[in-house]
């Protein structure tokens, strides 16, 4: 069924900067926050995104959802390009997001059904057939129609993030950003979303930006993943590959990091070289190799 | 069992809102011995962080009420004793490294006068003084236990001059100010990236493990556990439902609900996670 490769969406040579201004308010400079990524996300497929805060991440949804503009590059979906059109209701009906905190992205004084009305009302949705539709939406997510009367805080983290992607999914869109939508809950309840979210995308054929710090969840639902670090894409490819043999000393420094249950993920942990006794930062780590690189001395145990 | 430092038995806590009566933790057990590393791991309302609470006095009585137990501190009892014999172990022999380094720190003021301020306080309620410029000496030589590279400069900062990394570090200085033998951690490096919470993870196990500290690490990563305790208890609802030496409890979790718990990690390997885990809908 995921045979077509046509890409859905195509990023190339994205970049976004932001001026900084000094005290007196005059720019002082600027800071690159994406620079230059290029990456693409095959119809119906899950692209995870990884990297740590700073990494520019979040700054990449921002530019792909149109609520930043970008200071270079091309976004394409489904091969025409959208750098113009982003932010218009044209661009929201086939891309649409689901944001990190359940509990501050639902508007605590609408019901449920109230707030999964908004994009049916912005997209003109035939009146009579909304409360038909809003129940199909809550039945997709799994939630009983009678959540459409309830409000936010009668419901737990897990039912929150649910009516989150029922309202994401409401104008059908081709693209779902999945701005780290698991971080705020528990793993059990993590297990349950993330299981809805890939069945969901077989039955709608969707295709998703998965953004997130937990690269075990990541290798669980991604098909294809980038490293950002940085604003750069520092490594790609298949999941499995990247997982398996990291070949960029940042992808590897991440994946030994990672707070493991079992010997089978211990020994794919590469090895990191400490540091002082200790484990390095990235910058250290990437600044050894670095002068290792340089000055071609023997590595050292 | 042999003798424990901690020693917590059927403790039960009830929190009573506009007249209802809600009980939190249901006779809960729970032992560290001197330098031992004893995790307590659950889901969020599992009663773990209402647990720390009860053992480091933070409660707030009310809403919360101990309806019974004990909790048995170095051989004495914490709930019976005087306020002032309990101030005089509670954040002194036994002192807390806690969770959120952006709001655990005030903005206000440099690293240096809150640190010297906690251990002027910590000097007072243990009948002890020190001048300034020996309390000085002190924070910058804990400063330097937590592998600050720049004690000084750091202790000349101001909060927001520092990384999370740096501010969890400070955070854990400061619980080693007065030289406790028991460290409570409540969710150590949670809000920090994985890079990081890998050097905070490890500098608290090499600091436990020099110092012959015994810690008791509160979390809800079964990854922080495996890699930090030799022996875990599980919460779920209030109650322990499992303990077991770590490495055995990841074997071979006995109750469903822990290894349900465990299937629900999503792992490194990409083996699917299964799911059928009773906890919310």
Do not use: C, W
């Not at chain 1, 605590?108 to 809003?134: K, M, W, Y």
């Amino acid at each position: 069924m995921n045979a077509r490769q046509s890409p859905l969406l195509e990023i190339v040579d994205l970049a976004k900067t932001f001026p900084v201004y000094n005290a007196f308010g005059s720019r002082a400079g600027e800071v690159t926050a994406v620079d230059h990524v290029s990456f693409s996300i095959r119809r119906g497929g899950v692209y995870g995104l990884a990297g740590e805060s700073g990494s520019g991440k979040s700054t990449i949804a921002r530019l792909i959802m149109g609520l930043l503009t970008p200071t270079g590059g091309d976004i394409l979906l489904a091969g025409s390009n959208i750098t113009g059109t982003l932010g218009t209701r044209a661009h929201s009906r086939q891309v649409q997001m689901v944001f990190q905190n359940p509990g501050s992205s639902l508007n605590p004084r609408r019901t449920i059904g109230q707030s999964i009305a908004v994009p049916l009302e912005a997209h003109n949705h035939p009146r009579a057939d909304r409360r038909r539709r809003i129940s199909e939406l809550l039945d997709m997510v799994q939630l009983p129609a009678s959540f459409a009367e309830r409000y936010p805080h009668e419901l737990s983290g897990g039912q929150k993030q649910r009516v989150a992607i029922a309202r994401a999914l409401a104008v059908a869109p081709q693209l779902v950003v999945l701005d780290e939508p698991t971080s705020a809950l528990d793993v059990s309840v993590q297990a349950k979303v993330i299981d809805l979210l890939t069945s969901l995308g077989r039955q709608l054929d969707l295709t998703y930006l998965f953004i997130s710090h937990d690269l075990s969840l990541m290798r669980n639902f991604a098909d294809e993943v980038g490293v950002l670090y940085r604003g750069r894409i520092v490594e790609s490819g298949p999941t499995a590959k990247v997982f398996e043999h990291p070949e960029h000393d940042y992808t590897r420094l991440l994946i030994a990091s990672v707070p493991v249950i079992s010997a089978e993920e211990e020994a794919l942990r590469p090895e990191i070289p400490l540091i002082d006794g200790e484990i390095p930062t990235a910058e250290k780590l990437l600044a050894l190799r670095e002068s290792q690189r340089t000055t071609e001395v023997p590595k050292r145990t | 069992m042999s003798e424990a430092l901690l020693s917590v038995r059927d403790l039960s806590v009830e929190f009573t809102t506009y007249g209802r009566t809600q009980p939190v933790l249901r006779g809960v057990n729970l032992d560290v011995p001197a330098r031992s590393h004893v995790a307590l791991v659950g889901e969020s309302g599992s009663g773990k962080t209402v647990t720390m609470k009860s053992i480091m006095g933070l409660l707030h009585m009310p809403p919360a009420s101990i309806s019974s137990g004990t909790i048995v501190y170095d051989g004495r009892d914490l709930l019976t004793m005087s306020r002032r014999e309990r101030l005089k172990l509670t954040g002194t022999d036994m002192s807390m490294v806690f969770q959120d380094p952006m709001s655990s720190l005030n903005p206000v003021f440099t690293i240096a006068d809150q640190m010297s301020t906690i251990l002027k306080y910590a000097d007072k309620r243990l009948g002890r003084s020190r001048s300034g410029r020996e309390r000085m000496q002190r924070v910058l030589e804990v400063l330097a236990q937590v592998r600050m590279r720049e004690p000084e400069r750091v202790a000349r900062s101001y909060p927001i001059m520092l990384s999370g990394g740096m501010r969890q570090r400070v955070l854990i200085a400061m619980a080693l100010l007065s030289e406790p033998r028991l460290l409570i951690a409540d969710e150590p490096g949670t809000a920090l990236d994985v890079t990081t919470q890998a050097q905070i993870l490890k500098l608290l196990k090499d600091l436990v493990e020099e110092r012959g500290l015994a810690l008791l690490m509160i979390t809800h990563n079964l990854g922080v556990v495996r890699e930090t305790s030799d022996y875990v208890y599980v919460m779920h609802k209030g109650v322990v439902v499992e303990e077991a030496p770590t490495a055995d409890l990841f074997a071979a979790p006995k109750v469903d609900y822990t290894r349900s718990l465990i299937d629900a990690v999503p792992r490194l390997t990409g083996a699917r996670p299964t799911l059928s885990v009773e906890a919310a809908p």
